[in-house]
Every structure is written in structure tokens, then in C-alpha cells.
Nanobody
Framework: VQLVESGGGVVQAGDSLRLSCTIA????????LGWFRQAPGKGREFVAA????????IYSESVKGRFTMSRDLAKNTAYMQMDNLNPDDTGVYYC??????????????????WGQGTQVTVSP
């Protein structure tokens, strides 16, 4: 599975960004999609995930209430709207997928496919 990300950038604290992740080449079956991030000098951490049909979402405690995942089934694309960004949100954001319909596996980093990553930088 090839995952194509877009939407990163440089913003100031309090600003918003929207990341996109498109599954290239395959439309069926639909798999859950999620996001991880890696800050400089730190390990990769789970951020959010959305179920195959877009009806279930989960978030890490650090982004709950600020980030929102959604999914356009026709475009085979998932989005993550990031609001009220702060410098701790800085890092490379990776789209991820696996074939297990239980999206809680993302919390365990049980991932089969990764995107190339997109940089998000939030200045104070």
C-alpha cells in the first residue's frame, strides 16, 4: 500500500493546518488510517486513527480536542485537521495503515505501511 501525504508547513502557535493522506492505487478493501509523529531526538508516537468507514476515531491525550480526523471514502483520503497548534506539535508526521479493522492496534504501533512523512513546524 502506498500512502501519499501532504499539508505540512511552518505556522505560529495557535494556527491551524490540515494534513492529507491518500491511499494510492488500491481502493478495496478499505483499511484504517492513522497518523504518527516524530519530534527531533524523540521516538515516533501515535497521534490519531480513523476506522475503515470513517465512523470511529481515536486520539492521543496530547491532541484530543485540538485535532480531528475525517475521511473521504470517494477520494480514498483521510484528513487530520490540527487546530490550536503549539510548539510541542512540531515534528515529522507520518501517515500509517494496517489491515486490522481494530484501530486500537495503532496505539501499539502495529503498522504495515508508512507514508514518507511531512514536516510540521510550530513557532512560539
Amino acid at each position: 500500500v502506498q500512502l501519499v501525504e501532504s499539508g505540512g508547513g511552518v505556522v505560529q502557535a495557535g494556527d491551524s493546518l490540515r494534513l492529507s493522506c491518500t491511499i494510492a492505487g488500491r481502493t478495496s478493501p478499505r483499511w484504517p488510517l492513522g497518523w504518527f509523529r516524530q519530534a527531533p531526538g524523540k521516538g515516533r508516537e501515535f497521534v490519531a486513527a480513523i476506522g475503515p468507514n470513517g465512523d470511529i476515531t481515536i486520539y492521543s491525550e496530547s491532541v484530543k480536542g485540538r485535532f480531528t480526523m475525517s475521511r473521504d471514502l470517494a477520494k480514498n483520503t483521510a484528513y487530520m485537521q490540527m487546530d490550536n497548534l503549539n510548539p510541542d506539535d512540531t515534528g515529522v508526521y507520518y501517515c500509517a495503515s494496517n489491515s486490522d479493522s481494530n484501530i486500537n492496534t495503532f496505539r501499539l504501533q502495529m503498522i504495515e505501511s508508512w507514508g514518507q512523512g511531512t514536516q510540521v513546524t510550530v513557532s512560539p
